[in-house]
């Protein structure tokens, strides 16, 4: 019998190529906002109302502001961590906690620095976003035009932006919650630690930073359409109040498209 001779590896087939790992995905970030949410929605009334035990609550969360939760020990069980721990109580599906947990306690402690001695005004406000809130700010601050652009408050959310790690975003929202304080102007909180949350993965983090600079865009198209309609209003002389009011409504600060919950997501291609 003749056996024809054969190259090693001749006929072998190449082995398959590996592919790229699929990116992990984040659950729904809106459990985190949630758990944020229900905790300041619970503590910011009886602080209005000059309930002892929030007064005392609030000035411990003013310690952790600026800070990662394990920086503070004291401050363990409060500032929605059980909120949400209890949200995400057999939820195996719920990946990345410390990431939630570090988002939640990072919104909570600035919102108590933020309410500090307001007692008339909740400063929680899920009306208002980040980007939203200081472009008001600059607004109030006398700038308009071509001086917004070069306003030190732009400058503060563009650094926001741009940090690196939790530590600088915290620190850096730090100073804009104390202007914001100053000028009694409110921040959806609950927003911000979703936010927070997606921007820790690090897929995730190029659509929270254009999720800020397009609240801070839209602000200003909503301020622009508010002049419009003011001036609108002043030239047609009578007009029903009907009418007023939608256009009041058309024109505030924020923008009713986006809504609290929204997710702009997704990462940016090559990241």
């Known amino acids: ?5 054969t190259t090693p590896g001749a006929d072998a087939s190449p082995p398959p190529r590996e592919s790229a790992p699929p990116a992990e995905r984040l659950p729904d970030h809106r459990l985190v906002a949630q758990a944020t949410g229900k905790y300041i929605a619970r503590i910011q009334p009886q602080y209005l109302s000059n309930t002892s035990s929030a007064v005392a609550e609030l000035a411990r969360l003013r310690r952790g502001a600026g800070k990662r939760v394990h920086q503070v020990q004291d401050l363990w069980g409060i500032g929605g961590t059980e909120e949400l721990a209890r949200l995400l109580d057999g939820r195996k599906d719920f990946i990345r ?7 939640v306690f990072l919104a909570s402690t600035l919102w108590a620095l933020h309410q500090q001695s307001a007692r008339h005004t909740g400063m929680h406000d899920r ?9 008001t700010l600059i607004r109030l601050k006398g700038a308009s035009g071509e001086d917004e652009e070069d306003s030190p408050l732009r400058k503060r959310l563009v650094r926001v932006g741009t940090a690196e790690s939790l530590d600088s975003v915290a620190v850096r929202l730090r ?12 921040l959806d909180y609950a927003r911000l630690a979703g936010q927070l949350y997606r921007w820790q993965h690090r897929p995730d983090r190029a659509g929270v930073q254009r999720e800020w600079g397009r609240e801070f865009h839209l602000a200003a198209a909503s301020t622009a359409r508010k002049g419009k309609s003011a001036s609108d209003g002043n030239t047609s002389g009578t007009g029903n109040t009907g009418d007023t009011g939608d256009t009041g409504n058309a024109g505030d600060a924020v ?12 990462c940016a291609a090559g990241e």
Do not use: C, H, K
Request: glycine content about 12%; cysteine-free.
């Open 255 to 266: 923008d009713r498209a986006l809504s609290p919950d929204e997710e702009y997501g997704g």
């Open 175 to 186: 100073e804009i919650v104390m202007l914001l304080r100053g000028a009694r102007e409110p």
């Open 127 to 135: 009306r208002q976003n980040l980007g939203g809130a200081v472009r």
């Open 1 to 5: 019998m003749t056996i024809a001779a």
């Open 97 to 103: 906690p410390a990431f939630a947990e570090e988002a």
